[in-house]
């Protein structure tokens, strides 16, 4: 059986895992970031690398290839590029550096895409050569995938359906501009509309989802809002890819309840009549702790 | 040197070109679609294998294969579906008739995703993998191409970026929907304009951009405007596959030095960083009248 190391490089921590060809995560350790933030991005490279090497000795295995996923991660060059949630700004080479020191491949892309990846290879996504992943947290970060084949775009930088613009002269965005789709459909587009609505006090995501699942109708709203403005989108992206299925990850997803519905409701309303009542809009076949390591593995299989 | 039959079907007329390996065309004849509107379509499909047959037989070569761009081309089944400008409606099998009848591949896509294929052949987009072709005529239409590859979708029907939403409930489109972008940039959209801006009597898009190279400021204002709708939306279409360059054709094409500016500057304005800067604005390589023939043709090479 051949084995692969699967590395999610998030804000906060980043987890190597030992990946099973059969998409088994064997074992996996974490690193977290704010240990490194004031050296040079290289010994957190090296970190990860020391950490590849402790998971094969351990499981006494040959790594093949080691699969990354990280934020404005670019596959071309394997680098990370102007991350705004990473200590280290500018451009870091990772792919080339873990692969001439750990002597196997290694492949990098930011984390939507590696997740696309991952459905298609252990997920829903196993019969699908044509649709476009979302993963709604912090942000909306999207994978779209045509024809089998990933797309990158000329730069590598493709897939960033999250900033698309949703409301002119809107919502401010993290990216500095105003109205992405962004800035209304993530965790921290949530919060903003329950505030919106006249909600108060502390809270999350997760206790809105809660309250609206119980019945509290401003609650409810919050989350019928969220679909309505992403179905909204979602009709207009079936413009440019023809997708079979929209695939929703993260812990957003996990309220697919309160939001399919007018999702469905408004994206077939609103969208053109060639692509009306033929899109599937799924979840995610992959636990949420495991998908971005799997996914990332599955890059480089 | 090698032979091929590039045909361009229209609402109106449809050209059949016998084109070179190298991209010229040697000869071409053409039908009009009116002499068998009231006949079934069979009819329409036999006299395009004549024409094919008869270039062939004048010229004294052997058809290699067959292209055709269509209105509502479907590539996978090669059939042409509820094309709204054709006197056939429903789904009509063209490809495979005229495989089976002319004994040599037959294959048949929309007339953008063709001009796409032409203009990597034989124009502009020889060196790009990523780009984006769009076509402004009496519609909008568009060809993605990814990773060298037209994107075609699910179904077949990807690229429609004329019927993605420029302005949510905003001027009728002739698709049933409104706000579509087509409906503000194409020449019906111009003429909306025109009228829109106060502009009076019967005056063509052609005529309005004469008047505006003439510095008639109402004139130069529809223009103008034109390209800020147009540039707001190819900001947006970056984030799905960041393309290295956007590629237009068709006679708007022709009034650029009226449009590019303001398109170069809004876009630019509302685009994402990641993609600022990076996207080449440019035109068609291809003659007006010939691109569609080349295109279909360099789809089947």
């Given amino acids: 059986m051949k084995h692969y190391a ?143 084949e990933v797309i990158y775009g000329h730069d590598g930088f493709a897939g960033e359906m999250g900033h698309s613009i949703l409301v002119p002269d809107g919502r401010n965005c993290t990216c500095g501009r105003k109205g992405c789709l962004e800035a209304y459909v993530s965790l921290r587009g949530i919060l903003e509309t329950y505030r919106d609505l006249g909600g108060t006090g502390e809270t999350t995501p997760k206790d809105i989802a809660i309250r609206a699942q119980n019945g509290d109708e401003l609650c409810v709203e919050v989350y019928r809002k969220t679909g309505n403005w992403l179905g909204l989108k979602l009709a207009d992206a079936a413009t440019y890819t023809s997708p079979k299925a929209y695939v929703f990850f993260g812990g957003i997803a996990a309220a697919s309840d309160l939001f399919f519905p007018s999702l469905i409701e408004t994206m077939e309303f609103n969208i053109h009549n060639l692509y009306r009542d033929k899109i599937q809009i799924l979840k995610s076949g992959l636990p949420l702790n495991d998908a971005a390591v799997l996914g990332s593995a599955a890059l480089v299989m």
């Fill in 6 to 148: 699967g590395i999610d490089i998030g804000g906060t921590s980043t987890t190597i895992g030992l990946v099973s060809e059969e998409g088994s995560i064997i074992d996996r350790s974490i690193i977290q970031i704010a240990d490194f933030a004031s050296d040079s991005i290289d010994l957190f490279i090296e970190q990860m690398a020391l950490e590849v090497e402790k998971l094969a000795e351990k499981h006494e295995c040959k790594i093949q290839g080691v699969g990354i996923g990280a934020p404005n991660g670019n596959y071309y060059n394997g680098t990370i590029e102007y991350a705004p949630n990473m200590p280290w700004k500018d451009v870091h080479p990772i792919a080339p550096v873990l692969e001439k020191r750990l002597s196997c491949p290694a492949v990098l892309t930011n984390d939507a895409n590696a997740g696309a990846i991952g459905e298609m290879q252990f997920g829903v996504a196993k019969d699908l050569k044509d649709f476009i992943y979302i993963t709604l947290g912090t942000g909306l970060g999207s994978g779209i995938v045509a024809g089998g």
